[in-house]
C-alpha cells in the first residue's frame, strides 16, 4: 500500500524529503516563501544533531533573513543542533550568532545568546558581543547573554 503524499508537497518532494529529510529542508531554505524557509528550519531544529550538515546554511540563512520570526528560528535551531555536535561544528556558528546579537529584534538576540551558551566554550570568540549583550535594552537580552557568559565559562 503506497503512502499518501501530504499536502503541499509533490509525490517527487515527498521522496525526496523521505530519502534525505536534512538534506531536502537545507534546499528549502532558498524558497521565496518565509513559510516554507521557516517550517524547513523547524524540521532542522527538531533533527537536533542528526542535522550538523545544516549548520553552514542555517548561519547563513540567519544572516540574510528579512523575517525575523524566521531569524529567531535559525537561532533557536543552531541552539538545538550545536549543542549536540562536536566543538569544530558548532563553532561555525559562533561568528554568525555573535553578530545576531545586534539584531534589531529581541527575541533574536536572546536566542543568539542562548545558542552561544550552547556552544559552551568553543563559543569564547564571541565574549566582546555577549559582554556588550549585557548591556542590551531588553532585559530578556541581557539575562541570556549572563547566562550564555556562564555556560562558556567567564
Known amino acids: 500500500m503506497a503512502r499518501k ?6 509525490a517527487e ?11 531536502f529542508c537545507v534546499t528549502q531554505l532558498a524558497s521565496h516563501d518565509s513559510n516554507v524557509r521557516f517550517n524547513a528550519v523547524d524540521i532542522l531544529r527538531g533533527c537536533a544533531g542528526d542535522a550538523k550538515k545544516a549548520i553552514p546554511a542555517l548561519c547563513e540563512l540567519l544572516g540574510t533573513e528579512n523575517v525575523a520570526t524566521v531569524r ?3 537561532a533557536w535551531a543552531l541552539q538545538d543542533i550545536c549543542e549536540r ?5 558548532a563553532q561555525q556558528a559562533v561568528a554568525p550568532l555573535a553578530k545576531a546579537l545586534r539584531d534589531n529584534d529581541a527575541e533574536v538576540r536572546t536566542l543568539a545568546a542562548n545558542a552561544l551558551g550552547a ?3 568553543a563559543a569564547k570568540d564571541a565574549l566582546p558581543e555577549l559582554k556588550k549583550a ?9 539575562q541570556a ?3 550564555a557568559l556562564e555556560r562558556i565559562g567567564q
Open 5 to 10: 503524499v501530504p499536502e503541499g508537497y509533490t
Open 13 to 23: 518532494q515527498w521522496a525526496a524529503y523521505q530519502a534525505d529529510p536534512v538534506g
Open 72 to 74: 529567531a528560528q535559525c
Open 85 to 89: 555536535v562536536d566543538a569544530p561544528s
Open 119 to 121: 556552544i559552551g566554550g
Open 134 to 142: 549585557l548591556k542590551d535594552r531588553n532585559a530578556e537580552v541581557r
Open 145 to 147: 547573554a549572563e547566562k
